[in-house]
């Protein structure tokens, strides 16, 4: 007799009787048990979604699952995934995979007023829109900002209000970017403005930290306003100011000896 087949997750093992003739034995069986680490890959596959098809719906930004009714509310004891305990209340995420297009069914002002809404809290990521138009950059920043939400477990409305105060950073693998001047120009312009106000230009040491520190003040603008630039000072007034501050003695100097140039050649006339 041959051996029994083994099922998927049998364990245990059959005795293969001794072949006392010339017959053939029969093939293997074709069915291998899963091993403990395809069982571990499958189960963890499950628990991402993978596979599922159960008529759960992933939530947006944590790792969380429910089956949703017509309106998009959690039905009663489908949810499975991370929670948030605040007194003797248990706070689910609100916000589940296609929410984001929800904004494609608004009107126009209002999609006007997310817009702004959005970019103000730095869910854009410095990319653009139409305004009242949507398109891919549009959802894209809604969608950040329902996950926002979710991952602190609050509501769409104060994810925006908090945004305002605290932007929207993308991530902790995400570094908002910000664009200042460049060295060279800001270099130009500050050798300019050191020739009019000590009549020499500044060395290597003195041009570098002016360079560097009109950029922190540029930078400090753009980032105090949630990635809307502030006007910063023009790169002439700054360096006049700060030439001037530093090198007051020489500064006075200097235009005391235009002035008695200008003296100078009026008496001459």
């Known amino acids: ?12 093992t059959s005795t293969v009787p001794v ?9 293997p069986p074709t069915t291998v048990p899963i091993s403990p680490e395809v069982a571990a890959a499958l189960a963890a596959a499950a628990q991402f979604g993978f ?10 930004g944590v790792a969380g699952r429910a089956q949703l009714d017509a309106t998009g509310r959690i039905m009663p ?21 296609g929410d984001e297009y929800d904004i494609t069914t608004f009107d126009a002002e209002t999609i006007i007023g997310l817009q702004k809404s959005l970019q103000k809290g730095g869910y854009f990521l410095g990319s653009t829109y139409s305004p009242g138009i949507v398109r891919d950059s549009t959802v894209a920043a809604y969608k950040r900002a329902l996950e926002d939400a979710n991952q602190s477990f609050i509501t769409f409305d104060q994810a925006i209000e908090r945004s305002l105060k605290f ?5 902790a693998t995400t570094l908002k970017k910000y664009r200042v001047t460049a060295a060279a120009d800001l270099e130009s312009v500050f050798d300019k403005v050191s020739q009019n106000v000590l009549g020499r230009s500044l060395d290597t040491e003195q041009l570098n930290k002016l360079v560097k520190t009109y950029q922190g003040t540029e930078l400090g603008s753009l980032q105090s306003q949630a990635g809307v630039s502030a006007q910063a000072p023009s790169a002439q007034a700054f360096g006049e100011t700060r030439i001037e501050q530093t090198n007051q003695d020489e500064s006075d100097a ?13 008496l001459g006339q």
């Open 1 to 12: 007799m041959a051996p029994k087949p083994q099922k998927p997750g049998d364990t245990t």
């Open 19 to 27: 072949v006392t003739s010339t017959t053939v034995p029969p093939p």
């Open 51 to 60: 596979g599922v098809s159960d008529g759960t719906t992933a939530a947006l």
């Open 77 to 97: 004891g489908t949810y499975t995934g991370q929670t948030k305990v605040i007194g003797s209340n248990e706070l689910r995420p609100q916000y589940f995979e």
């Open 254 to 266: 200097y235009k005391f000896a235009q002035y008695a140039q200008v003296f100078e050649k009026l």
């Open 167 to 171: 932007p929207y950073s993308g991530g």
